[in-house]
């Protein structure tokens, strides 16, 4: 009989089982392009000059039941937009210097400077400092990354490759945030009207960039759930200046560019310093026995109760090993963060790891939740981050090392390890001839010093957990607000003509 043949037993066996479409080909995207397309794209005939998805996005903001405005025209959004021109820059240390930041920093939670001009750069440019109600956008590089103007950057003096846009209306500016960072808008922002991939973003790109013209009501209720976000963002931030604050008080720590290190020769140019054999601890490269790491550990030792490793403070210090990965789409696949990520509140993932490829390695070394404290280990070496709860099961890569702490003492540790002091520590561990990093082993070693006041220590670990709580919250209003361009703008279709509703209201008014 049939039913006994046994490839009928096997086909109705592979029936029952779940299908891995991992290694399956992506589906093939088709499209026509004109020839006017084509002359408008530089005779470009490679399929990648064409972004078919902007495309699509073109259309379905033509389609708004709202109808639709060029962002800078006459009936535009659109004030102004321009970048700086490009200036010489004299770089100094921290302590002779203003902030200077650049535009990779333009979307992190709380950016911290790693350049400082001098007086003379800074009087020369000064009237390019970030002002209130802007828009910032990143013209060159990674192109389309997007803020506004708030507590955290206003007064600040970022690079000529962010360009200040500012608005007409009273709630345009939040509005246009919330466009920009939706999907749609990202497409039509990186994107010319032929769906042509642009390499830079002009001022003048935005002549040309289309945006839904909703009611001044609905505008309203997007913008406000931008500017709140961006309050909570300012409030978290205030917090953990209040807990570095507290902890530089505990430990009676001068600003770290005030501490005067040793040196062995002074009347040498060059610098230069002596160790002992007993404190080499195998490492014979020179910036581990750098004498400010001596001058730190001295410092934070003098006021505390005493120094404890990270190994004695956390419960697992992970370091995910190398591994080749395989990438599937968002519905199939975990978001994965790389180092540049992880200083952002809301970054836009690009990565989704295989589920059922990488399942095992998720669980055990990749994933991260609330509270785990996050240490880049290359690239920039050094970067702190404490996940915050949207992150909760999300994976991030092995260059990033993560250290999994108690509740009551994981705010304390990322206060320390993201002050300059703890930075310092932190970056004296890093190694490598041609690479630099650091590990997991290095990391256990780096001392913390434990405060005499334990409520001290408390108040500054809580105000830090209480922070990133603040920062959770900002993350669901920008979500919101995205999720209104996406669903009651961009897609809302036309509504129904009820009849039956129709005719009870007239009833009702009779």
């Not at 699509?56 to 389609?63: D, E, G, L, M």
Request: one cysteine or more.
């Amino acid at each position: 009989m049939v039913a006994g043949n046994l490839a009928y037993k096997l086909q109705e066996h592979e029936k029952q089982v779940e299908k891995d479409y991992t290694f399956l080909p992506d589906k093939l995207k088709h499209t026509s392009i004109s020839l006017l397309e084509i002359v408008n794209n530089k005779y470009r005939f490679d399929a990648e000059a064409f972004n078919l998805d902007a495309k699509v996005a073109f259309n379905q903001v033509k389609k708004c039941k709202y109808g639709f405005v060029n962002l800078w025209s006459e009936k535009g959004f659109v004030k102004d937009a321009y970048y700086p021109g490009r200036f010489k820059r004299i770089y100094v240390s921290k302590g002779e210097g203003y902030p200077f930041y650049l535009p990779s920093q333009l979307t992190s939670i709380y950016p911290k400077p790693t350049k400082f001009i001098s007086e003379k750069t800074y009087n020369q440019i000064k009237d390019i400092e970030i002002v209130k109600n802007n828009l910032l956008l990143t013209r060159s590089g990674t192109i389309g990354k997007c803020s506004v103007s708030s507590k955290t950057n206003i007064g600040k003096v970022y690079s000529d490759d962010v360009i200040r846009v500012s608005f007409n209306g009273k709630y345009d500016f939040g509005f246009v945030y919330a466009f920009i960072q939706s999907e749609t808008g990202q497409l039509i922002l990186k994107t010319n009207n032929y769906g042509a991939v642009v390499r830079h973003i002009e001022p003048e790109h935005l002549e040309n960039v289309i945006i839904p013209n909703p009611p001044e009501d609905i505008k309203k209720k997007v913008h406000e759930l931008i500017v709140r976000s961006y309050d909570l963002r300012d409030q978290s931030n205030e917090l953990i200046d209040k807990a570095e604050k507290t902890l530089y008080e505990e430990l009676q720590l001068l600003p770290i560019e005030e501490l005067q290190p040793k040196y062995y020769d002074t009347t040498k140019e060059i610098r230069n310093y002596q160790t002992k054999l007993s404190a080499l601890n195998l490492r014979f490269d020179g910036s581990y026995h750098l004498p400010l790491v001596k001058e730190v550990e001295k410092a934070i030792s003098k006021n505390s109760k005493k120094t404890q490793t990270i190994k004695d403070l956390s419960n697992r210090i992970i370091l995910a090993g190398v591994f080749k990965r395989t990438y599937v789409d968002k519905e199939n696949g975990v978001p994965f963060l790389g180092g540049r990520d992880i200083t952002q509140l809301n970054p836009q993932v690009e990565k989704f790891l295989s589920k059922s490829v990488h399942k095992d390695r998720i669980k055990k070394e990749l994933e991260v939740f609330e509270n785990y404290v996050l240490i880049s280990d290359r690239g920039t070496i050094g970067k702190i981050q404490i996940v915050p709860k949207h992150w909760n099961g999300w994976a991030v890569s092995q260059n990033i090392i993560k250290v999994v702490a108690e509740k009551e003492i994981s705010g304390y540790l990322y206060c320390f390890l993201n002050s300059d002091y703890g930075q310092v520590l932190v970056k004296r561990e890093i190694y490598g001839s041609v690479v630099d990093m650091i590990d997991n082993k290095n990391v256990s070693k780096i001392k913390i010093p434990i405060l005499k006041n334990k409520h001290k220590q408390k108040e500054i670990n809580d105000l830090v957990l209480k922070a990133n709580k603040l920062r959770y919250e900002a993350h669901i209003k920008e979500q919101e607000a995205i999720r209104i361009v996406n669903e009651d703008i961009i897609n809302a279709t036309e509504p129904k003509f009820n009849i039956a509703a129709e005719r009870k209201v007239k009833y009702k008014r009779k």
